[in-house]
C-alpha cells in the first residue's frame, strides 16, 4: 500500500542550526501539508503546499521556515534557525482530491526534531 | 479562531462496552469532518470520514454529525483494548483547505 515517508526519523540539532526535514508523498498526491505535534499536544497545521507554491500557511509559519518541491518526488520543509520551540515531532501528509475521494490526510510517521 | 474542541479526558470502558468520543467545531461553514486514532509516538491514521448530518457505520465504528449543533460524534462498539488510543476529531472548513485537528481524548479500554 502506498504510503507517505519522512527521514530522518529522529534528528538533534544546536539551536540555531538549519534543519531540513524530507518527505515523500504518495506518488499520484497532488497536495502535500506539514504538521508539528509537539509533546503532548495537538497537531497544528503549518503549511500546505499545491501546483508548486504555498496554498495556506499559518501563524506559526514565519520567515524562519521554507517548504520546497526541489524535484518530482522530495518534499522538505527547512527551519533556518532553530530555536528551542521548535521541537516537535514533525507530520509530512498528502492528499488526493482529483478522484472524488474525501481529500483525508495520509501522515508520514514523523520526524522528531529536538532541539538542545 | 476556528476551534475544534473535544470532551476533556481521559474515558475509561470496559471491554466490550460502547465508547462514545464527543466534538464540537466554531466555523459553521466546515464541509468535513474526520476521525483519527493516534497511538502513542506514532502518526495519525484516519479512521472514517463524514459530510452530511446522520449517522455513518462502518464496522464497529458509527461517525454522527449534527450540523445545526456543531457536532460530530464517533462511537466505538465491543471496545477492544487494541482501541486504546487518542482519536484526534479534525475539521476541514472547504474544499483544498488544510484539517483543523482537536487535541484529542484518550481512550483506554480495560481487559
Known amino acids: 500500500e502506498p504510503e507517505v515517508t519522512q527521514t530522518p526519523s529522529h534528528q538533534v540539532t544546536q539551536m540555531g542550526q538549519e534543519v531540513i526535514l524530507r518527505c515523500v508523498p504518495i506518488s499520484n498526491h497532488l497536495y502535500f501539508y506539514w504538521y508539528r505535534q509537539i509533546l503532548g499536544q495537538k497537531v497544528e497545521f503549518l503549511v500546505s503546499?499545491?501546483?508548486?507554491?504555498?496554498?495556506?500557511k499559518s501563524e506559526i509559519f514565519d520567515d524562519q521556515f521554507s517548504v520546497e518541491r526541489p524535484d518530482g518526488s522530495n518534499f522538505t520543509l527547512k527551519i533556518r534557525s532553530t530555536k528551542l520551540e521548535d521541537s516537535a515531532m514533525y507530520f509530512c501528509a498528502s492528499s488526493d482530491w482529483t478522484s472524488g475521494r474525501s481529500g483525508e490526510l495520509f501522515f508520514g510517521e514523523g520526524s522528531r526534531l529536538t532541539v538542545l | 479562531q476556528k476551534e475544534v474542541e473535544q470532551n476533556s479526558g481521559p474515558l475509561s470502558v470496559p471491554e466490550g462496552a460502547i465508547a462514545s468520543l464527543n466534538c464540537t467545531y466554531s466555523?459553521?461553514?466546515?464541509?468535513?469532518f474526520f476521525w483519527y486514532r493516534q497511538y502513542s509516538g506514532k502518526s495519525p491514521e484516519l479512521i472514517m470520514f463524514i459530510y452530511s448530518n446522520g449517522d455513518k457505520e462502518d464496522g464497529r465504528f458509527t461517525a454522527q454529525l449534527n450540523k445545526a449543533s456543531q457536532y460530530v460524534s464517533l462511537l466505538i462498539r465491543d471496545s477492544q483494548p487494541s482501541d486504546s488510543a487518542t482519536y484526534l476529531c479534525?475539521?476541514?472548513?472547504?474544499?483544498?483547505?488544510?484539517?483543523?485537528f482537536g487535541k484529542g481524548i484518550t481512550l483506554s479500554v480495560r481487559p
Open positions: 479534525a475539521v476541514r472548513p472547504g474544499a483544498n483547505s488544510k484539517l483543523t
Open positions: 503546499f499545491y501546483n508548486n507554491e504555498i496554498s495556506e
Open positions: 466555523d459553521r461553514g466546515s464541509q468535513s
